[in-house]
């Protein structure tokens, strides 16, 4: 089994850097926590990862973690507590294999009722998919990925998964790794074999017509239809470059943007959403990466709307809106601070295309 060690950089009484070295935690002291650490942290499993569900019932038994990447596709996660072994592989790929035979609705629904447990979310999966997402649910037509997460692997399990990989099979290895220093403790991360990547498309389907009716009747039994016209408007003309998806219960607007990979893909900016809860009612909804591009605006935006909510789980910003002189006034300032938005987006896509 690969061995991983870590040294501290320290400096001597003549500014010298030095090495110490970091003592290996014991896996029976960090092997309860991982799962708990990752759920809180999921990050550390891979940037913009959204877990959706956590010891998720399934026909194998119980499906350590599920997400969803920022591409939409759906990634499940078998976790060790300590060292992986090769019946891991065997797990999580029959719990792959069982979410894989789940139609859309059936799946949709087999996720929605099993989330909200275990310090993860409660959500509706499809209205967030489809929201996340601007409608485009062609990710799921894709077989779930499926990653290992343990304390180390043995040799056995790596070549296997590298193999399975090599010959197509979406399947990475993830080990963490502790040390301790003093009262610190330090975790590495170790991808050993990564996950595929696969170029991403955006199709327009039937469900963009459904979707559009579904939104139209929300918006008349609410009393919200002048309302929602208004703001998508205002937001239509503005924001020239996106995207735009009717989903259920709202629309989402999305600039196209590259991975890391260099691959092009959709990112929802903003939301317009409807809700029973709320008559005569329409909510903006601010995604983080909107309010990156454009912080100076929505600094003064926050000092002046009091309305103007951050939902901390995700660093958004959402204001509720009816027909008044808070929504006239905040559409005079929406025109400004769209404007600001794409000018940021804009400046982003120049500045990665020059890296």
């Not at 399947?171 to 991360?189: M, Y």
């Not at 009091?306 to 958004?316: A, F, G, N, V």
Request: with cysteine.
């Amino acid at each position: 089994m690969i061995k991983v060690k870590l040294w501290s950089l320290n400096k001597d009484d003549q500014n010298q850097l030095y090495p110490v070295h970091l003592d290996e935690v014991r896996e029976t002291e960090t092997e309860k926590q991982l799962e708990d650490i990752l759920v809180r942290n999921p990050d550390l499993l891979m940037p913009g990862l959204k877990l959706i569900g956590r010891q998720t019932t399934t026909d194998g038994g119980p499906l350590d973690l599920i997400g969803v990447d920022e591409d939409g596709n759906l990634i499940i996660f078998e976790l060790k507590r300590g060292t992986l072994a090769r019946d891991a592989i065997a797990q999580v790929i029959d719990y792959a294999s069982f979410l894989d035979e789940l139609d859309k609705e059936t799946l949709f629904k087999h996720i929605s009722d099993r989330s909200g447990y275990n310090e993860v979310e409660k959500i509706d999966f499809e209205n967030w998919y489809q929201e996340q997402f601007s409608g485009n649910m062609d990710a799921l037509d894709n077989p779930p990925k499926m990653v290992l997460v343990g304390l180390g692997a043995d040799d056995r399990t790596r070549r296997m998964v590298s193999f399975l990989s090599k010959n197509g099979v979406d399947i990475s290895l993830i080990t963490f790794h502790a040390f301790k220093k003093d009262e610190q403790i330090f975790l590495a991360k170790q991808v050993e074999v990564e996950l595929q990547e696969k170029e991403a498309t955006q199709k327009h389907t039937y469900t963009k017509k459904s979707n559009e009716e579904s939104l139209k009747r929300l918006a008349e039994r609410i009393h919200a239809t002048e309302i929602l016209e208004k703001l998508t408007n205002i937001i239509r003309k503005e924001m020239g470059s996106a995207y735009e998806w009717p989903g259920k219960t709202g629309r989402s607007f999305a600039y196209v943007e590259k991975t890391d990979e260099g691959r092009p893909t959709y990112r929802v900016y903003l939301s317009i959403y409807l809700s029973e809860n709320h008559p005569n009612s329409v909510q903006l909804y601010f995604q983080p990466r909107a309010i990156d591009a454009a912080k100076e605006a929505f600094d003064k935006l926050k000092n002046n709307y009091k309305e103007l909510t951050l939902d901390p789980r995700y660093d958004s910003l959402h204001i509720w809106l009816k027909k008044g002189e808070l929504l006239e006034r905040f559409c005079e300032d929406l025109k400004d601070l769209i404007k600001q938005i794409e000018t940021g987006w804009k400046n982003k896509q120049m500045q990665s295309e020059a890296e």
